[in-house]
């Protein structure tokens, strides 16, 4: 294989994060809706906690901790499963911690 098919590989199977390390990329984080709270995540199957600290990211490999800025406050989540979005959904608990409106959507700072 070329140098070139394992990169596009990389990326078809764990999405740009394969590829570089991003920081302080700014996106709109939005809160998992409670409804959810039991329900089997996408990575590994275990139950979404509403109050726990995890996050839902469209293409971030699973497990990824992802460092999230919001209004001087930072906290370190893992993504523990997918969205349908073009940004992060946070847990109700990681919400709370950065103060992020838990009915509402923020601008948030990312790294990872």
């Known amino acids: 294989m070329t140098r070139f098919t394992l990169l596009?590989?990389?990326?078809?199977?764990?999405?740009?994060?394969?590829l570089a390390h991003h920081t302080g990329r700014e996106v709109m984080?939005?809160?998992?809706?409670?409804?959810?709270?039991?329900e089997p995540l996408f990575c590994g199957g275990a139950p979404y906690r509403h109050w726990g600290v995890?996050?839902?990211?469209?293409?971030?490999?699973?497990?990824?901790r992802v460092r999230v800025s919001h209004r001087g406050r930072t906290?370190?989540?893992?993504?523990?499963?997918?969205?349908?979005?073009?940004?992060?959904?946070?847990?109700?608990g990681a919400a709370y911690e950065l103060g992020?409106?838990?009915d509402g959507v923020a601008t948030v700072r990312i790294s990872y």
């Open 75 to 92: 906290l370190t989540v893992p993504i523990t499963d997918r969205c349908d979005c073009n940004s992060i959904d946070l847990s109700a």
């Open 8 to 18: 596009f590989a990389a990326l078809l199977l764990q999405g740009p994060a394969a």
């Open 29 to 38: 984080a939005t809160v998992y809706h409670q409804e959810f709270n039991g």
């Open 100 to 102: 992020v409106p838990l």
């Open 54 to 64: 995890s996050a839902a990211h469209p293409w971030l490999p699973c497990g990824t």
